[in-house]
């Protein structure tokens, strides 16, 4: 027997965002979840093929893979925002070069990627002045802090756990985070907030605590993100115990 069936819009009622994800990357989908849990905002994920091992070689590695990655979204609707999973893989390949991949396969949507997004993320909270935190090995962290300083902000401490395998980032402890943070942004002098890079460290659970210690915003790439995406496609509420950046950074960037 056949039924009869209605069909309607779908569930992205209020906005439809798309995120490229490493393949090695644990921590980012529950985090963005989290960061983007509204009613009629749906986030659907594809996956970008990467090193298990994090390195300036295999992060410029993804750029011929990005708009495949991307055309892999349904396709059945626009999305408002599309965002590309990683804040290493973003300093090295560029934003503008990221952005023009996924426009490549999703012409319609508004592009982000973790460091556009903490760009404007400091921006919004009129912050100059950080305390950096990275798992990446010396020369990615390099990376990263020259894509930083190239839009005005000043480094004041720079801290590394230095690790290229994504496996064991994955696994850092948030108190492991927690702890330094803390140390960074205590031996930082002048210091405006903390940024905590790398869309695969577990670092949303610290956010609120971190900040409730210092008395500054804390910053991560997945938080970033999320805001970013959010704003582009023009959801600018705040939300509670998501940090500073989402209670107090509400203009459209």
């Known amino acids: 027997m056949k039924l009869a069936f209605e069909t309607d819009a779908g569930s992205a009622t209020r906005a439809r965002l798309g995120l490229v994800v490493l393949a090695a ?27 298990p091992e994090v390195t300036l ?19 059945a609707a626009p999305f408002d925002a599309v965002g590309y999973a990683c804040t290493s893989g973003a300093s090295v390949i560029g934003p503008g070069r990221v952005a023009a991949l996924v426009r490549a396969a999703r012409p319609e949507a508004r592009v982000s990627d973790p460091m556009v997004a903490t760009r404007a993320a400091l921006r919004a909270l009129s912050v100059r002045r950080i305390a950096f935190l ?20 000043e480094i004041v401490e720079v801290g590394a756990f230095e690790q290229s395998t994504e496996a064991v980032v994955a696994r850092i402890t948030p108190a492991s985070i927690l702890e330094a943070v803390v140390t960074l942004a205590r031996r930082a002098s002048g210091a405006e907030a903390v940024f905590i890079s790398c869309t695969n460290l577990r670092a949303a659970p610290v956010i609120p605590a971190a900040e409730a210690t210092l008395g500054i915003p804390v910053v991560s790439s997945n938080q970033a993100l999320a805001w970013h995406m959010l704003r582009l496609a023009g959801i600018a509420e705040p939300l509670e115990n ?3 950046l989402f209670t107090r950074a509400l203009a459209a960037p």
Not at 29 to 42: H, K, M, S, Y
Request: avoid cysteine; glycine fraction near 4%; proline fraction near 6%.
């Open 57 to 75: 070689e295999t992060l410029k590695a993804m750029e011929a893979r990005i708009t495949t990655s991307a055309a892999l979204l349904p396709a």
């Open 25 to 51: 990357d644990e921590a980012l989908e529950p985090e963005f979840r989290d960061f983007t849990a509204l009613d009629g905002v749906v986030v659907h994920h594809s996956r970008i093929e990467s090193d």
């Open 242 to 244: 998501r940090g500073r």
């Open 134 to 153: 990275t798992p990446y090995l010396p020369q990615v962290t390099a990376a990263v802090r020259a894509a930083l300083e190239a839009d005005g902000i």
